[in-house]
């Protein structure tokens, strides 16, 4: 499934779920779609004035109880608040995930928003208008008004040149590996090639994808492909420091009898 952003408010949380149906249970998807139906902002506002912003920051914390994980989380929960299901399932989500919701949240109430990065923290920007903006902490759910002739906070040269716009693909498949990571620190191999396959969906090509589907691969007992992945890594990026050993994996996998894999 590739993955293009040209989808807003419940149409991007639509299609985030659906990616995150090729590794995660699909009852547990559905739900999730029914819980933020009943929930999230019924339709985009008329009027998008900083007191309603303030009303929906509000309603997202408040009414609906988001919060990042609020007690110590065993190894084997440690993958469930990183997956957007879970997080709307049961108000707990990793940092990345809350960012994700609260700008679905925003954009299905009708209000222009994007990411952006402060100082190393994710942050919504609502642009309220051409001349103001309000950063939105999805941590806290603290806001500030950056730009606004009335009150005259305007931003500081230094707070733009720190401030950073967000490649929003990148910042979904910064996530997708988060998931994958967990994935594997669990043992559940097959979800995490779900995820690695769909990360190479949307870098094809990419060496070091290829090579971690090679060594999920090789794990799986899929030789052949593992094969084929750690020779592409090989010829792709011959100067690697791995290459001895991708080397090395090559030539015990192709000695094992063809028809055990």
């Not at 879970?86 to 928003?113: K, M, T």
């Not at 910042?171 to 090639?193: D, I, N, P, T």
């Not at 090579?211 to 890594?233: C, P, V």
Request: charged share 20%.
């Amino acid at each position: 499934m590739k993955f293009e952003l040209k989808q807003q408010g419940s149409a991007l949380l639509e299609l985030l779920l659906a990616i995150e149906q090729q590794w995660t249970d699909a009852e547990q998807i559905q739900q999730a779609k029914e819980s933020w139906l009943a929930m999230a902002p019924a339709c985009a506002e008329k009027t998008l004035t900083m007191n309603v912003l303030a009303r929906h920051v509000d309603n997202f914390y408040r009414d609906a109880f988001f919060t990042p994980p609020i007690k110590p989380l065993l190894i084997e929960e440690m993958h469930q608040p990183t997956l957007l299901s879970y997080a709307i399932n049961q108000r707990e989500a990793d940092p990345l995930v809350l960012v994700l919701l609260l700008l679905c949240w925003l954009q299905q109430a009708g209000f222009e928003s994007d990411i952006v990065c402060y100082k190393g923290e994710y942050l919504v920007q609502v642009h309220l208008s051409t001349v103001e903006k309000v950063w939105v902490d999805p941590y806290t759910g603290a806001w500030q008004c950056l730009l606004s002739p009335e009150n005259g906070l305007a931003l500081s040269l230094t707070q733009e040149l720190a401030t950073q716009a967000v490649d929003f693909p990148a910042f979904c498949a910064s996530l997708w590996q988060l998931q994958k990571q967990l994935l594997l620190a669990l043992g559940k191999r097959e979800q995490a090639m779900a995820v690695v396959q769909h990360l190479l969906e949307q870098k094809p090509g990419d060496p070091y994808l290829h090579r971690e589907r090679g060594l999920l691969s090789e794990l799986l007992d899929h030789w052949s492909l593992a094969i084929s992945d750690y020779q592409y890594f090989v010829e792709q990026k011959p100067d690697d420091p791995s290459n001895d050993h991708m080397k090395q994996q090559i030539r015990q996998l192709s000695s094992y009898p063809q028809w055990l894999h």
